[in-house]
């Protein structure tokens, strides 16, 4: 397995909160797509990366004194409880897919 994955700090600063989530989505729902498909190596490195991305986004809003930083922390706990929760509901999966799926078509709705 490949750990070798970091955002580019700098690039991820100039997105908008709509595009840094945007992109968050994108590792959600490869994590969860590799875990329907019992794929446990494509799983974890999707959570790392979403983990990195979760962690630059919460730094840039905590340093720009941002409230939506409580969000995005309890995004990332609610993605990691439903991830690594074996007795997940395939509902509560596609309820959290929905509500980052959001953020990527603002995203795409705002260039």
Known sequence: MDNSYTVDRDRWSKMSIFE???NIS?????SFNAKRRNDNDGC????S???DLFD???SLL???KSIRSK????????YLNTIFDETCEPE???SLERYFMQYAVAARLNR
Do not use: D, F, P
């Open 56 to 58: 630059a986004t919460v």
């Open 20 to 22: 840094q989530m945007g």
């Open 26 to 30: 994108s590792e959600v729902g490869r």
């Open 44 to 47: 974890i490195q999707a959570v």
């Open 92 to 94: 509560e999966t596609q």
């Open 49 to 51: 990366r979403a983990i």
């Open 62 to 64: 905590i340093k720009e």
């Open 71 to 78: 969000e995005v922390l309890r995004a990332k706990e609610v």
